[in-house]
Structure formats: structure tokens, C-alpha cells
């Protein structure tokens, strides 16, 4: 072979394993894009929550990393990545290369936005009871049938076997001549794979808002959030198959707050400025019982919890004023802070 072919070899090999290594291929404007391969095509069975079964299924994003599904206030890991949306601007960190992308710009803007992840999809539920779904590898959103009912703020959704959960919510409308109308939520949908409505479930045993979203055990469990206002100690466990409801261990004082779970256990962390102080706390849910951990991120900065998710046996938090960014190692029951946060990109 000449020097000039194995030249050009070697450059289309390398152009080849750049563009196979799963991370952000350059977009025109700039921006960065999740990369498609076939490795990434996912099987049959994982069809993801679409208004049209004639969508074809899309591979999770990073399909070599795995993630907590979780459903929280703006924030959701998908593979190796984190995402968050805040109005219409999705922010997608790389937690293997520490870097920051920017998305599609989401087609709905509202007061508040939840997010949940599975099956290679990221599902936004907007406070106008707009629905949506991106898909990572095509970087698209599209529509799904919005949530029955009236208008609400900090409902919580969670991705389950290819259908899409959500789960109370509050409302606030000052009505002319009649004054305030608030209240919060007891109401539970699903939507099923390549439904159009959204099914009913039987209703919260507690009215709930601003709840963090856990998958563990084959349940799903409520933490925390808001009551008329008011922060709630409640946990509850909700079994989809059975579509039953259950009362699990009180957290140690209400919170509204951010979960993940890491090696079978609940970890929950306070969000609001009242909260900062006593998170995090460990729940065994076999035994019900809460532990304090030993170090807590936002004693070293000052802040509380955003958002917590969990990536490849690391949990990762995301801190608020000051903006960081904490990796927690079990093991050494320590945390360390990772790549600078979004703010310092």
C-alpha cells in the first residue's frame, strides 16, 4: 500500500471511531447533537410512550451507561447523560466527558416544567398540561396528548415500562369577583404506549405537588413535595400492576424535595432554602428505617439540592446558588465535586 493510501486509511479509521464513540456530533449552528449508530437500535419490546404507533422506536442515548429513572423539577438522566430543561433551552451534560451541549429548543414554554426519562426518551410535562417527548439520537421533539383537568404547577411524572405516569399537582387562579381558587391534587393518569388519551388511576391517598419521582422495587415512589402550600413529610409507594396505593416510612421532617435511588436504597435531599441543612437521608425500604449520611454537598457550599440522579452506581447532585455539580461514592461514603456546572460553561 502507498503512503498516501495508508494515510487516508488511517484518517477514515480515526474519523470512524470518533463518530461511533456515542458522544456529541457538531451541529451547523454550533451546537451539539447525540450521535445515531446502529449499535443503538434498541429491541422490539422497548417502545417508547408516542401519540402514533407509526413513529418508529429510537435506541437510548449512551446505551453503554445506566441511569436511575427518576421524575423531578426540570432535571432527568438518560444513559450517560443529564438533562435539563429550563423554559425552552434543553442543556445536555456528558458525564464522561464533563461538557455541556444544547439540544432542541422544547415546543412548549409554561411557569414550571417536570422531567422523566426511559426507553431512550426524555418526557416533559409543562404546567399548561402540555406533554412532550425528545428523542436523543434524532434531537426532535414531539407531542403527546396533553393531561386532562385543569391547568396545574408541579405535577410529577415517571416513565414505567413504556408508559408515562403523572401524578398531582396544584393550582392557583384568582377569579374575578370570587377571589383565590387554589388547592392540590389527588389525581393519577397514565398514558399508554400509542394511546391518545391519558387512563385515570385510582386517586393519591394524599394530596401532593412538586413530589420527587422514584422507580424501586417495581414501584414507584412518591417523595415529599408541597400540600396546600405547605411542605409534606409524605412517601408514598404506588404499584402499576396492581394500581394500588400505600403509606411508606415519613420522611424525618417534610421537604420538598430531590431522590434518586442508588444499590436498592432511597436517597433524598431537602431543595428549599429551609431544607438546605438536614439532607441527605439514606431509606432502606426493606427495614423502612432513615439514615443520615455522614457528609452532605451543600454544608461545603452554602446551597441545597436541585436535582439528583444516578449514573453508572454514581450519584450525582446538582447544587443552587452556588451552582455545583457533586459525584457520591458509596463506598467511601464521601462526595467529591465534578465537572464545573452549567453556569460556567
Known amino acids: 500500500m502507498s503512503p498516501t493510501a495508508r494515510v487516508w ?34 429491541p422490539e419490546a422497548a417502545t417508547p410512550v408516542e401519540p402514533s404507533s407509526s413513529e418508529p422506536a429510537t435506541a437510548p442515548a449512551s ?32 458525564t464522561r466527558t464533563g461538557e455541556w451541549s444544547d439540544g432542541a429548543r422544547a415546543p412548549h414554554v409554561s411557569g414550571s416544567v417536570s422531567l422523566t426519562a426511559a426507553n431512550g426518551r426524555v418526557y416533559a410535562v409543562h404546567s399548561r398540561r402540555d406533554v412532550a417527548s425528545y428523542d436523543p439520537a434524532r434531537d426532535t421533539w414531539s407531542d403527546l396528548p396533553r393531561l386532562p383537568g385543569r391547568n396545574m404547577s408541579g405535577t410529577t411524572p415517571i416513565a414505567v ?83 394500588e396505593w400505600a403509606y411508606a416510612a415519613r420522611l424525618p421532617r417534610p421537604c420538598k424535595c430531590a431522590a434518586t435511588t442508588l444499590g436498592g436504597r432511597l436517597y433524598v435531599f431537602g431543595r428549599e432554602i429551609g431544607d438546605r441543612l438536614w439532607g441527605p437521608r439514606e431509606l432502606d425500604v426493606e427495614s423502612e428505617e432513615w439514615r ?54
Open 9 to 42: 486509511v488511517s484518517s477514515w479509521l480515526l474519523g470512524a471511531l470518533v463518530c461511533g464513540c456515542g458522544g456529541a456530533a457538531p451541529r451547523g449552528d454550533g451546537s451539539s447533537s447525540p450521535t445515531e449508530s446502529a449499535a443503538e437500535t434498541p
Open 63 to 94: 446505551p453503554e451507561c445506566t441511569s436511575s429513572t427518576t421524575g423531578q423539577e426540570n432535571v432527568a438522566a438518560l444513559g450517560c447523560r443529564i438533562y435539563r430543561l429550563d423554559h425552552r433551552r434543553l442543556s445536555i451534560y456528558d
Open 161 to 243: 415500562d413504556g408508559a408515562l405516569y403523572a401524578f398531582g399537582g396544584e393550582w392557583r387562579v384568582i377569579r374575578p369577583g370570587e377571589g383565590l381558587d387554589e388547592g392540590t391534587s389527588r389525581a393519577a393518569y397514565v398514558l399508554r404506549p400509542g394511546a391518545s388519551e391519558w387512563e385515570e388511576l385510582p386517586e393519591m391517598p394524599t394530596a401532593l405537588a412538586w413530589s420527587s419521582a422514584v422507580l424501586l422495587g417495581g414501584l414507584v415512589w412518591l417523595v415529599g413535595g408541597t400540600n396546600d402550600g405547605a411542605a409534606s413529610p409524605a412517601v408514598l409507594s404506588f404499584d402499576p400492576e396492581r394500581r
Open 292 to 345: 443520615r449520611l455522614e457528609r452532605r454537598p451543600h454544608e461545603e457550599t452554602g446551597s441545597w439540592v436541585d436535582a439528583a440522579v444516578t449514573v453508572d452506581d454514581a450519584m450525582l447532585v446538582l447544587t443552587h446558588s452556588p451552582e455545583q455539580l457533586y459525584r457520591y461514592d458509596p463506598g467511601e461514603d464521601a462526595w467529591t465535586r465534578r465537572h464545573p456546572p452549567e453556569a460556567e460553561r
